[in-house]
């Protein structure tokens, strides 16, 4: 099965910064969304940034200002920048990524990493 892979994860003290990085598969094609989700303990799972195949991106309003996604030239690449990090962003953050399938009817495919721990200290 196709998986996504995820790097830059680990530990940093409040008010640091990590950048996590995924790529998918080059086989993959017509890619509509990129995101990052995490989840903490005891927590849904929730969407922190995405960016669409148009570069529109949206925010989770606890990391407006303080994190940024964006795409590499390769498409199939997106990077979250996370800055002024709290306490609050510790999770488990997966990478996931949403292919168009078929236009009639309408389909996508469902593709995520297998998750990248971040622990933020005080």
């Known amino acids: 099965q196709v998986q996504l892979v995820e790097s830059g994860g680990g530990l940093v003290q409040a008010g640091g910064s990590l950048r996590l990085s995924c790529e998918a598969p080059g086989n993959i094609f017509g890619i509509n969304f990129m995101g990052w989700y995490r989840q903490a303990p005891g927590k849904q799972r929730e969407l922190v940034a995405g960016i669409t195949s148009g570069d529109i991106t949206n925010y989770a309003d606890s990391v407006k200002g303080r994190f940024t996604i964006s795409r590499g030239n390769t498409k199939n690449t997106v990077y979250l920048q996370m800055n002024s990090l709290k306490p609050e962003d510790t999770a488990v953050y997966y990478c996931?990524?949403?292919?168009?399938?078929?236009?009639?009817?309408?389909?996508?495919?469902?593709?995520w990493g297998q998750g990248t721990q971040v622990t933020v200290s005080s």
């Open positions: 996931n990524t949403r292919r168009r399938g078929s236009i009639n009817p309408p389909r996508e495919y469902e593709y």
